[in-house]
């Protein structure tokens, strides 16, 4: 017999995982807005892991979303963050920004087995 909740599971994880990618956002940068694991993340996606309300309140916010978009079937568009003209990271070439990011990332990973 089918588990109703692995079908809910596997469908919030195929909508956050849609609503990341219209974002344009890897699961590490989605990780890191939500303050949670990119593999938790992935896991999240394929529908392997209960996800807390904590952790559904975090990945809305972190694709500026509404907790309901999470569950809804609707097309809603996703905000793109782009870096402003004004900001420091406006310097940089985009080779340079995905080596930072690939940096940050690296630190982090490093640390938070610390």
Same mark, same amino acid.
């Given at each position: 017999m089918k588990n109703p909740a692995d079908d809910t599971r596997r469908k919030l994880g195929q909508r956050i995982r849609e609503l990341r990618k219209s974002a344009g956002i890897t699961q590490e940068e989605l990780g890191e807005r939500a303050e949670l694991n990119y593999k938790f993340i992935g896991e999240l996606e394929r529908g392997q892991v209960n996800v807390s309300l904590d952790s559904i309140v975090r990945i809305a916010e972190a694709l500026r979303v509404k907790i309901g978009?999470?569950?809804? +079937? =609707?097309k809603i568009s996703v905000q793109k963050v782009t870096? +402003? =003209?004004?900001?420091p990271l406006s310097k940089f070439s985009p080779q340079e920004l995905h080596l930072i990011k690939k940096t940050l990332r690296l630190l982090n990973r490093t640390f938070s087995k610390v």
């Open positions: 978009d999470l569950f809804s +079937k =609707e870096v +402003k =003209e004004k900001s």
